[in-house]
């Protein structure tokens, strides 16, 4: 441990650098080189590329100082992602950054790029950088933060490359697992596109197109459809369509579950943990409004529209906000699990378009949950459907629970490697073995 030192940020750094823009601001349609920003680091540590200002190369090329290098660290120094890093990776030839973020760059032969990244990164220096905020209503960073952030380190900076080098592989297998999900997930949406309009024959497999095969189509309100589906209002495949109670209650530390669309929105089930919890007087109250139970299918109707979610028999009792609607199927013509993927798919999506059209629509009400209409196959078609949308899911959900370990992976390795409680020869030995 004689081997390893506390050196203040702005010990092991040059002199902070950040930029500027042209008076009359920027855009992402101007042509000339790359000006990056505080909306270009991401809450996870990595440089998001999707909508990059740009300035002229002639008022670039006036600038003194805010010239990116590969491997530089960028920090946000205002706005609400305050603090954030994110290590820059060369993308383009020629990129400045603007007034918002710091260049943090390593002092030669004090510290390895990487290292300081990761370091950074790191919840010990996010939460010594968290106290040098200042502001409320605009919280900001100023030059002397770094003197203010202590980070440990090995002397040997040729150590601090390998503990980068672990860190980074294991950054190279989390993107792969992402880029993975997000694959599976275009796939599992252009399944469902063809489920939802092609269906399952008899002997299990997807209908031949209507352009294979007409014969096997008619047309319905929602286009066309195989024969023996029908377009069905949701007001005649549920027994009941209400939302929560349409008050705020008094909130407790313990008792019932209270859901909100937060709850829906958490994870891929409902997550009763998430919300707030409120009296049992009030639930038996709020239960005469709507009594969630399992079968019934749940539907965020404010902020996030759309998000539907299956009642189980797992989950606990409780009530719902007027956020969220509660369908309650007739079983004898609609599976539940059929009804939440209606709302994945593009019937909804046109439905909502056409409702929504000129007025902005931030609330799904309650009159257009009745009047939207699903195509419908009868129950044994609608299970082979979901079958198959169940065993994609399950692929994905593997890959989402080895993500999961692996940023664990990476928030342990993060704890060992960055404060020597695991060496790096150590570590080498226990992945060998």
């Known amino acids: ?6 050196r203040s940020l702005a010990q092991l750094i040059s002199p902070l650098e950040t930029g500027k823009r042209p008076a009359g601001g920027v855009s ?4 000339g080189v790359p000006s990056i920003g505080g909306e270009n680091i991401d809450a ?19 600038m003194k100082k805010g010239k990116l290098k590969s491997g530089d660290t960028l920090i946000n120094k205002d706005g609400a992602q305050t603090g954030k890093v994110a290590q820059y990776d060369g993308q383009f030839a020629d990129a400045w950054i603007n007034e918002h973020v710091f260049i943090v760059r390593p002092d030669p032969g004090k510290i390895d790029a990487g290292y300081l990244f990761y370091s950074m990164l790191d919840g010990r220096a996010q939460n010594q950088i968290a106290r040098r905020i ?38 190279v297998q989390i993107e792969a697992t992402e880029a993975l999900i997000t694959k599976q997930e275009r796939v599992r949406a252009g399944l469902m596109q063809d489920l939802f309009t092609r269906g399952i024959d008899e ?12 014969q096997l189509y008619n047309r319905t309100d929602l286009g066309w459809l195989p024969l023996g ?17 349409h008050h705020t209650p008094t909130y407790v530390p313990h008792g019932v579950p209270f859901v909100t669309v937060k709850s829906l929105t958490a994870g891929r089930g409902i997550d009763t943990r998430q919300g707030n919890f409120i009296t049992l007087s009030d639930h038996h109250v709020f239960q005469m409004r709507a009594d969630p139970r399992a079968g019934d299918v749940l539907v965020s109707k404010d902020g996030t529209l759309g998000v539907a979610r299956y009642v189980d028999e797992t989950v606990e009792e409780f009530s719902i906000f007027v956020s969220v609607a509660m369908l309650r199927p007739i079983t004898s013509l609609l599976n539940p699990a059929f009804l939440c993927e209606f709302f994945r798919t593009r019937f909804y999506e046109a439905q909502m378009g056409y409702l929504s059209a000129g007025s902005g629509l931030k609330h799904i009400h309650l009159e257009h949950f009745r009047k939207f209409v699903l195509p419908r196959p009868d129950l044994s078609e609608q299970a082979k459907i979901l079958s198959i949308l169940d065993a994609a899911d399950q692929s994905i959900v593997r890959l989402e629970d080895m993500l999961r370990k692996l940023r664990l992976q990476k928030a342990g390795l993060l704890q060992d490697l960055l404060t020597g409680e695991v060496s790096v020869p150590s570590l080498l030995e226990s992945a060998a073995a």
Request: zero cysteines.
């Open 203 to 214: 002997h299990g497999q997807l209908r031949p197109s209507r352009d294979e095969a007409p």
């Open 1 to 6: 441990m004689s081997d390893w030192i506390e």
């Open 134 to 171: 200042t502001g409320s209503a605009q919280p900001g960073l100023n030059s002397d933060f770094a003197k203010a952030v202590t980070l440990r380190l090995p002397r040997d900076i040729k150590l601090q490359a390998k503990i980068a080098d672990i860190l980074r592989l294991l950054d």
């Open 229 to 245: 589906w029908e377009a069905a209002r949701l007001v005649n495949l549920t027994s009941r369509i209400v939302d929560g109670v």
């Open 28 to 31: 992402a349609d101007t042509e």
């Open 44 to 62: 996870a540590g990595k440089m998001s590329y999707s909508n990059v200002n740009r300035i002229s190369p002639a008022y670039a090329h006036l």
